[in-house]
């Protein structure tokens, strides 16, 4: 039976106001804002940059989340309606308002972030619909509430859907037990050198390629920064190992959302059925194109613009 969407995604939405300071903040002084865009509303969160980008690529990404009574006046619906992201996966609770975040930068890079819940607080979390999973080929798991992503994980095991999982090192939202059941579960794991670590002393290995005879993965990502990304895929003969650089960009702006379009160039090559190799160079051209704007899903090329970015990834 064709599936009506690609990927299903879980995670938190955020409706994000970015704020530029000159000097680090202190308790008791008054700081000044630097940029006069300060507040315009910047659409992100983990699974749903992932969505937004899928869907402009040209394949169907259901995103899962709860939005608040003030989505349309914020404009939020006007944009997931102008990328072409299906909507059937969004319930609206009028009483509350839509998740805010406020990342505050100072001069060094340093930041601070606000979020204000709202509609996806864990106390209005519930049970999934049905027709959302059996209507999807793949999983993608991203950052919400425990309760939430109980409920899609047992979702995935019923109708045995393939999972990808981002970890995006959030232990509030990823418990040691809860995480571990996700890590056996999942086909493809996204980590970063950080994460890596962890995971390697929860299991207590040595070598993250054990996590292969645990559960059911079949590739593992590390992304290294500046120093690109490495892939670790189960194979007929044995463990393959691939190792891709960073793309040349013109300019560097914000990278917020680089590890979420890291994801989507990958899923991109993915449902393409592309090599790994391939997959790897694709999340590394996405991610370039991404941190050359402010905003998560600000610069989103073409497919084919993307795959002749890819092709000159090394």
């Known amino acids: 039976?064709?599936?009506?969407?690609?990927?299903?995604?879980?995670?938190?939405?955020?409706?994000?106001?970015?704020?530029?300071?000159?000097?680090?903040?202190?308790?008791?002084?008054?700081?000044l804002i630097e940029n006069q865009d300060n507040t315009k509303i910047y659409y992100g969160g983990c699974g749903l940059?992932?969505?937004?980008?899928?869907?402009?690529?040209?394949?169907?990404?259901?995103?899962v989340l709860r939005v608040g009574g003030d989505w349309i006046d914020n404009g939020f619906k006007s944009f997931l309606e102008s990328r072409g992201v299906p909507?059937?996966?969004i319930q609206v609770l009028e009483q509350e308002s839509t998740s805010t975040s406020y990342l505050i930068?100072?001069?060094?890079?340093?930041?601070?972030?606000?979020?204000?819940?709202g509609a996806m607080d864990k106390k209005y979390a519930i049970p999934l619909e049905d027709s959302?999973?059996?209507?999807?080929?793949?999983?993608?798991?991203?950052?919400?509430?425990?309760?939430?992503?109980?409920y899609f994980l047992e979702q995935c095991k019923k109708y045995n859907?393939?999972?990808?999982?981002?970890?995006?090192?959030?232990?509030?939202?990823?418990?040691?037990?809860?995480?571990?059941?996700?890590?056996?579960?999942?086909?493809?794991?996204?980590l970063n050198e950080q994460e890596k670590e962890i995971i390697e002393k929860f299991f207590g290995c040595s070598s993250l390629e054990k996590l292969f005879n645990i559960g059911k993965v079949k590739i593992?990502?590390?992304?290294?920064?500046?120093?690109?990304?490495?892939?670790?895929?189960?194979?007929?003969n044995g463990i393959q190992k691939y190792h891709v650089g960073v793309g040349?960009?013109?300019?560097?702006?914000?990278?917020?959302?680089?590890?979420?379009?890291?994801?989507?160039?990958?899923?991109?090559?993915?449902?393409?059925?592309?090599?790994?190799e391939n997959c790897l160079k694709l999340g590394t051209a996405l991610s370039s194109f991404v941190i050359q704007e402010k905003g998560c899903c600000m610069k989103i090329p073409s497919s084919q613009e993307l795959e002749k970015k890819g092709r000159k990834i090394q």
């Open 132 to 150: 959302l999973f059996q209507n999807s080929r793949t999983a993608v798991m991203t950052v919400a509430s425990k309760k939430d992503n109980q």
């Open 161 to 190: 859907l393939p999972i990808v999982f981002g970890m995006k090192d959030d232990f509030d939202a990823f418990p040691v037990d809860f995480l571990k059941e996700i890590l056996c579960e999942s086909q493809i794991i996204f």
């Open 248 to 276: 040349k960009i013109d300019r560097f702006v914000d990278a917020t959302g680089a590890g979420d379009a890291y994801m989507a160039g990958f899923l991109y090559g993915y449902l393409k059925t592309y090599s790994t």
């Open 1 to 31: 039976m064709d599936k009506q969407y690609d990927l299903i995604t879980s995670g938190y939405v955020s409706m994000d106001h970015l704020i530029q300071v000159s000097s680090p903040i202190s308790i008791g002084y008054t700081s």
């Open 87 to 89: 909507l059937e996966g």
């Open 105 to 117: 930068q100072d001069s060094k890079q340093q930041h601070i972030t606000l979020y204000y819940p």
């Open 49 to 63: 940059n992932i969505a937004v980008a899928v869907n402009q690529l040209g394949f169907k990404a259901l995103p």
């Open 220 to 236: 593992i990502i590390v992304t290294l920064g500046e120093k690109g990304s490495v892939c670790y895929e189960k194979t007929e």
